[in-house]
């Protein structure tokens, strides 16, 4: 069994891949090679570079949102958006590979939404909610940018704390 070490490793270098030359370009040769492991040691727990970038992306946007306070649900979905839209993975993976999102527009919910969900449901104290709460959130950061004629992203994630505040009130 691969070490939790060794797996940190592995995605820490397959986020250098994949910032460097985006999924598709990502063999999971140059990330054995970057983290300095063999291939076989990254085939035990990844069959292929998309389940190793779905790790990572579960990694990187939990670790956004570990880094919330929510005591304050309101900003911490904002900051949250705004933390995710500024990511470097984020802006690679929607500026080079936005498929690799589409299962979990339309398809399923992925270990992130699992674990933001658990963290809204704490946080509002309704699992209905938190759900809303999250597809409110995930529209604004997926398509906020394509609304910014002739307003910006701070006047959007305005309208998202008003929208926000008034639901959870």
């Known amino acids: 069994m691969t070490s939790i070490r060794h797996n940190e490793g592995v995605l820490d270098a397959a986020r250098d891949c994949v910032l460097a030359y985006g999924v598709r370009r990502t063999t999971l040769t140059d990330v054995a090679r970057r983290a300095g492991v063999s291939r076989m040691t990254i085939y035990r727990r990844w069959p292929d570079v998309r389940t190793l970038v779905a790790d990572l992306m579960t990694r990187e946007w939990v670790r956004v949102v570990a880094e919330l306070d929510m005591s304050d649900p309101v900003r911490a979905v904002v900051a949250g958006v705004r933390g995710l839209r ?51 959130a995930q529209s604004f950061l997926l398509s906020a940018p394509t609304m910014l004629d002739p307003v910006t992203l701070d006047e959007l994630d305005t309208e998202l704390t008003v929208l926000l505040e008034a639901y959870l009130g």
């Open 86 to 136: 500024a990511h470097p993975l984020w802006r690679k993976i929607v500026a080079a590979d936005p498929e690799l999102l589409m299962p979990y527009l339309f398809d399923r919910r992925g270990a992130a939404h699992e674990a933001v969900l658990a963290v809204l449901e704490q946080a509002v104290g309704d699992p209905r909610k938190a759900r809303a709460v999250l597809l409110v």
